[in-house]
């Protein structure tokens, strides 16, 4: 059985998604609920969590999933007696919709070449995607340095958003390991027996290499752009 507080918490998130997609802050519930400390709010949610009703998705800020309400913990066949609390909550409520919105956080792994080659250094840090810009798989973030791709939309300062991928068909954009030591992000090509990276940019000329001097690590899924 749940505690008063723990059915208050369970609708006002159900009611939350229902209206936004989105569950609600750490903030939103402690005010919600008219609690002290947001350490509350954590007691409530773990011990929601424990008993089955809500899941937290992984990699995700503000994510919160109701897998049932209350009312579904009654067993199949019994009718609730008319004092049971639990039984007092509305009807189990639709699924709730998959935000648009959700958050994912993805490793930002330093800065790519969009011009001569340069190091890809690999970093602790991460940045925060919406989940809609990316697909299936392993995702990770690079900033863009250089101009040799602003035909292609990629400019200075972006953030690359590339699954993860050791193979890449010909005209993808891929981030290119070269010579085991630099990286960039370019169109691939495959013209006798070689490796061609394109730039797309008429200032630069492609680069061509031997096949084992280049692995593709990636390619692109998205793009990511500060204005300041």
Do not use: C, W
């Amino acid at each position: 059985m749940l505690t008063a507080k723990q059915h208050e918490l369970i609708r006002f998130i159900q009611q939350r998604l229902e209206e936004t997609g989105i569950s609600p802050s750490f903030e939103e519930m402690k005010e919600a609920l008219d609690l002290k400390s947001k350490s509350g709010v954590h007691r409530l949610i773990s011990a929601l969590e424990e008993r089955g009703f809500i899941r937290r998705l992984a990699n995700r800020a503000r994510a919160l999933e109701v897998i049932k309400m209350p009312e579904d913990a009654t067993p199949m066949g019994r009718k609730a007696p008319a004092n049971d609390p639990v039984a007092r909550v509305t009807s189990p409520a639709p699924a709730a919709p998959q935000a648009a919105n959700d958050i994912i956080e993805v490793p930002l792994h330093g800065r790519i070449a969009a011009g001569a080659p340069i190091e890809a250094l690999e970093g602790q840090s991460s940045m925060p995607v919406p989940a809609a810009l990316l697909g299936p798989g392993e995702h990770y973030a690079l900033e863009v340095s250089g101009d040799s791709m602003i035909e292609a939309g990629i400019f200075d300062g972006d953030y690359a958003l590339v699954k993860r991928a050791d193979t890449a068909r010909d005209g993808e954009i891929v981030v290119a390991l070269v010579r085991n030591e630099e990286a960039t992000l370019k169109y691939l090509h495959r013209e006798n027996g070689m490796i061609r990276l394109d730039p797309a940019n008429g200032a630069y000329d492609p680069q061509v290499y031997a096949p084992h001097e280049v692995v593709v690590q990636g390619k692109l899924a998205g793009l990511l752009r500060r204005y300041h």
